[in-house]
Structures are given as C-alpha cells and as structure tokens.
C-alpha cells in the first residue's frame, strides 16, 4: 500500500480520507507513517478524518477526546477537515457546531466537513453557524453514484445553496460501475455486508444503468471506472473518494479527468435510473452501522 500511496503523490493526489473508525483507528496510524516515509510535507496534503461513530457521538466532550486520539494516531498537530461521520439525534446542533468551531480556533481543525445526512438536516447545521458566527461546513462526503442519485433531489442543491463542495463516497458503488457483471470472485463481493445492504435490492435496475455504462465506455474506449467517475465531473463533484488497492486503479482515476462526456452520453447514462430507497443517511433511532463480519 506504500506504493499506492507514493504513486498518489506522484500522480497530484493529495487529499486523503480516513476516519476514527476505521479499523479501529489503524487507517489513521498507518496514514501518518506512510506520508512520514515518504517524506511528504505536511503543507502538501490534505487530510480528513471523521468523527460520531464513537463514544458519546458529536457531544462537546466526545469531540474533544477524539480529534485528540486521531492527532495522536496520524502523528500530526492537525487535520485539514474535520467531519462529521453522521447526523447526531442525541447531542444538540448547537453544542456540536460550537464544539467544531473551537477546534478550528485552537489550530487543531483548518475546515470542517459532513457527510451523509438529509438535506433539512445541513441546511440547520449551516444555518446554526451562520447565526452565531461560527465555522460552517465547506464540504460534504455523500452517497452518490451513477447508480445511487437521490441527493440529486434536496441535499445536493442544499449543499451548492451553501457553496460547499461535495466529495462523494462509493462513487464507483462498491465495484458495481467497474464491471458489466454485478458479483465478481472478489473476497469483497463475496464478503461485504454494507455492499448488500447499499446496492443489492435494486440490483435489476441497476443492471440496466450499468449496462449502458459499459456500452459508453467501449463507444469512448475507455474503462468502465474511468466513465463512472467522469459522469460524476460531469455533474459538478469536487473530489470523489475512492479506495484503490494497486497503481493501476489510480492511474485509471486521474484517466477520467480526460473525458468529456457529451450531453448526449450523460442523457444516454442516466434516463434509466429509478428511484431508490435513502442509503446512507440515517433516521432517528435506525441503524447506524452495519459491521464487518
């Protein structure tokens, strides 16, 4: 993963996503060692990392303790962003956005972003720190692919409301737009729960977009990944998040900012989409987090 890493740089990535939960605060240790070997300057990446999945959610306290613990592990005085993982139906608005302002004042915080939630739930969030003078967002990592498009109807417009860039997660859907088939002989496709849950339901219809993104890659002789990710830098997204395994899957990345979609193509990839069912933002008292198995 070092070569991973290296090659990113060398390819003029620099933001890098990471989170205190992820494996359980591993991801943020080896981050910071890998950008420390490589002898990267601290000035020249951007790094993210979240918080709420954790004792105490987005309470002042919780907050403090955690952006504490995630410095400690990436072995850094502060993170470029500071997100929150999800919505906080425990804490009040208020608290967290005052708590995520005096991060920023104490130089340990430089922005702050979210990321899933529904669009009412931004917009007061925003609207809370606009009022009081305090930090507000100026990024949000949401659920959104050429197969999963429901922040097209209130949260992204919210967001562009608020000039906040969108950095989308499973922007290729967990593989789904990377391949005509729906499973593979991955130990992923084979394994992940979260996949399921996401995506397996509408599978058929789904299969029906994913068909035409393979016939307009093979039009444009491009991969798949690479006219997935160039749709959604077609639909305006700052920075889509994505997780690469080897150099290749970088490289087809930065290959996407090459295309041009057409209007035709973009009508052409999109007209097949049906509505889907809300995955990603969570409703008060549901399910937060399906683990790992």
């Known amino acids: 993963m070092q070569e991973c890493n290296k090659k990113a740089i060398e390819l003029g990535i620099n933001y890098f996503d990471t989170a205190n939960i992820y494996t359980n605060g591993d991801s943020e240790e080896y981050l910071g ?23 105490g959610k987005l309470s002042r306290k919780a907050i403090f ?13 502060y993170v470029d962003i500071y ?20 991060l920023v004042g104490m130089g340990k915080v430089r922005a702050i972003g979210a990321s899933a939630m529904y669009a009412y739930q931004f917009h007061n969030l925003q ?16 659920h959104y692919n050429l197969i999963y498009r429901e922040d097209e109807r209130d949260l992204i417009p919210t967001c562009r409301q608020f ?22 002989s991955s130990q992923r496709s084979r394994e992940d729960k979260v996949m399921r849950v996401k ?37 305006g997204v700052e920075s889509p998040v994505f997780g690469a395994i080897n150099t290749e899957h970088l490289q087809s990345a930065v290959k996407s900012l090459e295309i041009k979609l057409s209007d035709e193509d973009v009508q052409y ?25």
């Open 33 to 55: 060692k890998v950008l420390r070997e490589l002898n990267i300057k601290r000035d020249e990446v951007v790094i993210e990392t979240k918080v709420f999945f954790n004792e």
């Open 65 to 77: 303790a955690e952006i504490d613990k995630s410095l400690k592990r990436l072995n850094m005085d």
């Open 83 to 102: 997100m929150i993982h999800r919505f906080d139906y425990d804490h009040s608005m208020e608290e967290t956005m005052h708590a995520l302002h005096e």
């Open 127 to 142: 609207e809370i720190a606009i009022r009081n003078n305090l930090t507000p967002f100026t990024v949000m990592q949401n």
């Open 163 to 184: 000039n906040t860039a969108i950095a989308p997660y499973s922007p290729l859907a967990s593989g789904h737009l990377a391949r005509r088939d729906w499973d593979s």
């Open 199 to 235: 995506y397996d339901e509408f599978k058929e219809a789904d299969l029906k977009v994913i068909s035409r993104l393979a016939k307009v890659a093979e039009k444009l002789n491009y991969s798949m990944a690479e006219v997935a990710l160039a749709w959604l830098f077609s639909k």
């Open 269 to 293: 990839l999109e007209e097949l989409y049906m509505p889907h069912k809300v995955v990603g933002a969570i409703l008060k008292g549901g399910p937060e987090r399906i683990e790992r198995k």
